[in-house]
């Protein structure tokens, strides 16, 4: 009995790490995915990603997060700058973000550069993230 219970806890440690390391893509992806008994609470009417990023190559990843990552860090600054913390304001349209992304930098190739063009943008989010936050709660619009 102890054996089996020792067999179990390894076997499900081995799982962990292997889900932490990203060896289960397809699981940690399945997560990710809104699904209708998983709707988002706030502003459940969001647009969805553009299928443009939910095509995007898995070697593409860095640069699907630079996206992310641009378009919550624009969301914040209006935010902030606006005082507005309407679903339009925190979820707008992807198009501004994708075409500046394309414009910009969807040319970038270097890890190194991608990941650091993508730190400025997670630095103003940093920044911004606070105050978005109080407005948005003000508003009841933040979990």
Known sequence: MLTTRANKMSDLLRMLALSILGCLPSQATAQLVATPETQPEICPDRPSEPPFLENMDVRDSLKKILVQRMYRAAS???????GDCSCDARFPAWDITVNYYLENYARLEDQWEIQETTKVYRDSINKNRPAARDICIAKNNWK
């Open 76 to 82: 914040f600054q209006t935010i902030v700058e606006t």
